[in-house]
């Protein structure tokens, strides 16, 4: 507003004569100079000074920029740190969960052990390189699910392992002339030498009933066979027994 009244009064000294106005007009002129750069300096110190709050508000928002990258990188290992440890906590609680299940087999399997007893009876038998069947059985008690003693194949298979106390006993009717009889037992189809049963009549007339048994102790491991084979039962045998019993089990 003074700058307007300033160059109103520029205007009527021009309409004065030359020579009263050209002092005052100078004296005019230079103090709106003055007044018009007083206020281009407060105007360019007003845009410095709000340039410089600008820029250093740009700085803080950096600044806060990369506070929140690292907060949020800092966030983003938090979170796979809890992942992984909820994975593991949840691998330990399968772990425990296994552990209980086993401790509780444990448990059941002391209460309750296994055993096993059968005796298979076969009336009289003529074959010759053959296992002996059985027509009945005479006794069976288990409290496991798996093997026994089949009767139509004659082959008995381990249902749990440890050791088995194993007897067997014939009669052969031996008439002269007959071939020798020879009676073993079999672990998985192979020959168990020392369990050799032989009856023989060498007379030249007649015949004798020989009464013969065996029994052994030995480990079977689950789904081990046994079975009693006769090499030469031509001459005839009659009432066989085959029994099988879980003497000691095996610690699992």
């Not at 009527?12 to 007009?25: C, F, Q, R, V």
């Not at 809890?82 to 772990?95: F, K, P, Y």
């Not at 969960?97 to 399997?109: A, G, H, N, P, R």
């Not at 002391?110 to 059985?134: D, M, R, V, W």
Request: overall charge negative; aromatic content about 10%; hydrophobic content about 35%.
């Amino acid at each position: 507003m003074d700058t307007l009244i300033k160059i109103g009064m520029v205007v009527g000294m021009i309409m004065m004569t030359k020579g009263e106005a050209s002092e005052d007009l100078e004296n005019v002129v230079k103090e709106i100079r003055l007044e018009m750069n007083q206020r281009f300096a407060l105007n360019e110190e007003k845009t410095q000074r709000e340039l410089l709050e600008l820029r250093f508000e740009n700085i803080q928002l950096k600044e806060d920029l990369i506070i929140t990258k690292k907060d949020l990188a800092n966030t983003k290992d938090n979170l796979e740190n809890t992942n992984e440890d909820l994975a593991n906590a949840m691998e330990e609680l399968t772990n425990t969960k296994e552990d209980l299940i086993d401790t509780k087999l444990d448990v059941s399997f002391l209460k309750e052990p296994p055993f096993f007893h059968a005796c298979g009876y076969q009336y009289s038998a003529n074959s010759t390189g053959q296992t002996i069947p059985y027509s009945h059985l005479l006794y069976y008690s288990t409290n496991t699910e798996e093997g026994g003693l089949d009767t139509h194949t004659g082959i008995f298979t381990s249902p749990f392992p440890g050791s088995y106390t194993i007897t067997w006993s014939l009669i052969a009717s031996d008439h002269a002339g007959d071939k020798e009889v020879w009676v073993y037992l079999r672990k998985n189809e192979q020959e168990i030498e020392e369990s050799r049963l032989a009856s023989y009549y060498g007379g030249s007339s007649g015949w004798v009933h020989n009464l013969g048994g065996r029994g052994l102790v030995m480990h079977l491991d689950r789904g081990d066979t046994l079975d009693l084979y006769c090499e030469d039962c031509s001459a005839e045998i009659y009432r066989t027994t085959f029994c099988v019993s879980l003497s000691t089990y095996d610690n699992q």
